[in-house]
């Protein structure tokens, strides 16, 4: 079994989200931070999700970070597999799972994030009052600088982050 490398977001809570259906890693430099590699360095290669990995198989397949939360009364498990993160450390992807849990964000997200949802959903309330609702099939891209309010009942996405200072 391989294991996948865990990050913690900025804000302290691990409302992980979602990643891109299609790597196309070579043509954006993911897999090393260039098109081509050095001479002599290991070929980088794309992450392959296949569809039973994406429907939640990569639960099974790898070993996923399991942690179960608690804040404001709230309990909830989430399951995180984290398939792919750029030399630069700067962007990564995964597949996230998680329970019903309703939190106030109330500073800024801190990462520009794209998610798309394979299952359950999301409503993201602005802190104008304006909501967007996910469901499966859509897709959400929240910038670093929103606040607000999530509230789910659960959800399977995949997640694609890009952070302005490398993971540690």
């Not at 865990?6 to 302290?12: C, K, L």
């Not at 050095?38 to 070929?43: D, F, I």
């Not at 939360?69 to 450390?89: I, K, L, M, P």
């Not at 106030?104 to 009052?129: C, N, P, Q, R």
Request: net charge negative.
């Amino acid at each position: 079994m391989a294991r996948w490398h865990a990050r913690t977001r900025p804000n302290g809570l691990r409302l992980a989200i979602a990643l891109c259906t299609t790597f196309a890693l070579s043509s954006s430099g993911c897999g090393t931070g260039e098109s081509t590699p050095a001479p002599g360095s290991p070929a980088a290669h794309p992450v392959k999700l296949s569809g039973a990995q994406i429907a939640g198989g990569v639960f099974e397949d790898f070993d996923a970070l399991v942690e179960t939360h608690e804040w404001e009364g709230q309990s909830w498990t989430t399951e995180d597999v984290e398939a792919f993160v750029s030399s630069d450390r700067k962007f990564d992807a995964g597949i996230f799972r998680s329970g019903a849990v309703r939190a106030e964000i109330d500073e800024a997200y801190g990462v520009d994030e794209f998610m798309y949802f394979i299952e359950g959903g999301v409503t993201l309330t602005s802190t104008d009052g304006t909501q967007t609702t996910i469901q499966a099939g859509d897709a959400v891209m929240i910038p670093r600088e929103w606040r607000g309010v999530w509230d789910t009942d659960g959800y399977l996405k995949i997640y694609v982050i890009h952070y302005q200072t490398p993971l540690e």
